[in-house]
């Protein structure tokens, strides 16, 4: 089993910026693509940003320029710079690890980020 717990969110004023982090710990063999979802109320869960084993990185196109995603294997952690923060990126931010050569995906807890205008 995995465990997957972010951290780095709270509140922050419009143009702001805030760091999230996510640590895996647990049975990891491998981690594979790490990914950033979001979902704001009475919205869909959206894909935000995300990094291949390669460290290859796509971002969503709301996001892109703002944000970067990328990854310490050392330590089992996925990070997500967020710059230049908008109201519209309020939301409960999750992070999920696919492990292993099943590339089975484990979700974090989830954490919540609001911008303030």
């Known amino acids: 089993q995995v465990q997957l717990v972010e951290s780095g969110g709270g509140l922050v004023q419009a143009g702001g910026s805030l760091r999230l982090s996510c640590t895996a710990s647990?049975?990891?063999?491998?981690?594979?693509?790490w990914d950033w979802y979001r979902q704001a109320p009475g919205k869909q869960r959206e894909l935000v940003a995300s990094?291949?084993?390669?460290?290859?990185?796509t971002y969503a196109d709301s996001v892109k320029g703002r944000f970067i995603i990328s990854r310490d294997n050392a330590k089992n952690t996925v990070y997500l710079q967020m710059n230049s923060l908008k109201p519209e990126d309020t939301a409960v931010y999750y992070c999920?690890?696919?492990?292993?050569?099943?590339?089975?995906?484990?979700w974090g807890q989830g954490i919540q980020v609001t911008v303030s205008s």
């Open positions: 647990g049975r990891i063999l491998r981690i594979n693509t």
């Open positions: 990094m291949t084993p390669a460290s290859t990185t």
């Open positions: 999920t690890a696919a492990v292993g050569d099943a590339f089975r995906t484990y």
